[in-house]
């Protein structure tokens, strides 16, 4: 294995699993993945429909918590969601999954969340990671989960009827995150009333838990009437004025430079370098958002072939030690626990911005010693294997001679697997 492949497998992907076939072309290799559709299949797809009857059922049952069929289904579902990460043939492109699901972060700490999250994953993100950025859009802000998540739901409009008849009010929330977080950011310094301006054109989207299937529901009659002006663009009222305004944020030029910024973060350097932004963000502004070539472009990134400057996050920790040792999903019990147990919990974000991207936020004392404490124990899956070959089958040329010479040394199989998994080069990407 060269330095390049090694890089493409761990830098670009979810790590080797076991000893699969090497790609002869690693960068043609990624690209692949761009091009072909998502291989993803569940056998019980996730879809609102079914999380949000699941959320009507308990809200009319209140069955205790253990019994909560919400709960049971994101158990269900988000385990799947893992054990696919592990067995994908096509880690790039899942790992493009992952980031634009944190993007637009939609976070279980919000309980009605829970029964439709892997539906958000599902319908709202994995469907456009390699199509425009504004389909994505549009998809995310339409979806029950973060309807809910940011509390749209209850947003109404003061003039509208629903708002004179029951005199609620304006909940901007899903304006100020979705331009703060998810496309012009702070970069195209809008005003609050910019915010309020945004959140009265998305007056009226909301759900109908009562409807068969429940799911998104333009409500006209909780819509605040007028034109509303944002950042300096008019936009007519009801429905189609809010597409409009989506469509407008989604091909700002603040929106591609910010985008740009996010996505070479996550790929290339903790702190962007400012010439990998400007290719990514012309990419944005001459395709019109295209996600796929945008991606595309990070691999002819010159510093995103550089090995180890990333720390791995903790879920891409897990589930590289898992694809490492090539262990089958269905024979690590409790995943959703592990992720929890390491301080990153399955779409569990403590707030709309997602989880970190920067290793200072990962690397702490505590957060480490977690690490090693649950390496240490899923080492002992190595039976009787060749820990050498593990190491140079999922590192190659990466794997530091120092680390090679503690695993030949180590006392046991399972404290040089231990010694693999914990190497500072199998902790970064």
Not at 15 to 23: S, T
Not at 352 to 371: K, Y
Not at 393 to 400: F, I, K, V, W
């Amino acid at each position: 294995m060269d330095t390049r492949t090694a890089q493409a497998l761990v830098r670009f992907g979810l790590g080797r699993r076991g000893g699969e076939p090497l790609p002869a072309d690693p960068a043609a290799w990624l690209l692949d993945q761009l091009r072909q559709p998502d291989q993803t299949r569940f056998d019980d797809p996730p879809t609102a429909a079914a999380g949000l009857a699941a959320l009507r059922e308990d809200r009319m049952t209140k069955p205790p918590p253990g019994e909560s069929r919400s709960r049971a289904l994101f158990n269900a579902q988000a385990t799947q969601h893992l054990a696919n990460a592990i067995t994908s043939p096509a880690p790039f492109r899942e790992r493009l999954v992952w980031f634009w699901t944190n993007h637009f972060t939609v976070s279980v700490k919000r309980g009605a969340c829970a029964p439709v999250a892997a539906a958000f994953v599902e319908e709202a993100i994995r469907p456009h990671v390699t199509g425009r950025f504004g389909d994505m859009l549009l998809a995310v802000m339409r979806h029950p989960a973060m309807l809910l998540y940011l509390d749209n739901v209850a947003s109404i409009g003061p003039d509208s009827r629903a708002g004179q008849k029951t005199h609620r009010g304006l909940n901007e929330n899903l304006a100020r995150e979705c331009l703060e977080l998810h496309t012009v950011s702070p970069l195209a310094r809008y005003t609050q009333s910019d915010v309020t301006a945004f959140a009265n054109i998305l007056t009226g989207w909301s759900i109908d838990l009562k409807a068969d299937p429940p799911g998104f529901r333009y409500r006209p009659f909780a819509h605040e009437p007028g034109e509303q002006t944002l950042l300096q663009r008019p936009f007519p009222p009801g429905e189609a004025g809010g597409v409009a305004a989506l469509t407008f944020l989604a091909n700002h030029p603040a929106t591609h430079r910010f985008l740009a910024a996010r996505l070479v973060r996550h790929f290339v350097a903790d702190d962007p370098p400012p010439d990998a932004v400007r290719v990514i963000e012309g990419v944005l502004r001459d395709t019109g958002g295209d996600l796929g070539a945008a991606s595309a472009a990070l691999l002819t990134l010159h510093a995103a072939w550089t090995p180890g400057t990333k720390l791995r996050t903790p879920m891409e920790y897990v589930v590289a030690s898992i694809r490492t040792l090539d262990v089958p999903p269905a024979r690590v019990p409790n995943l959703i626990g592990i992720m929890a147990g390491l301080g990153q919990p399955l779409w569990g974000a403590p707030a709309p911005n997602g989880w970190s991207d920067q290793a200072a936020d990962w690397a702490g004392p505590e957060s480490m010693v977690r690490r090693v404490d649950w390496a240490t124990g899923f080492a002992g899956r190595i039976g009787n294997r060749d820990v050498e070959e593990i190491a140079a089958n999922a590192l190659g040329p990466l794997l530091r001679p120092e680390t090679r010479d503690a695993i030949r040394h180590a006392g046991s199989r399972r404290d040089a697997a231990a010694l693999l998994l914990t190497s500072p080069e199998f902790q970064r990407r």
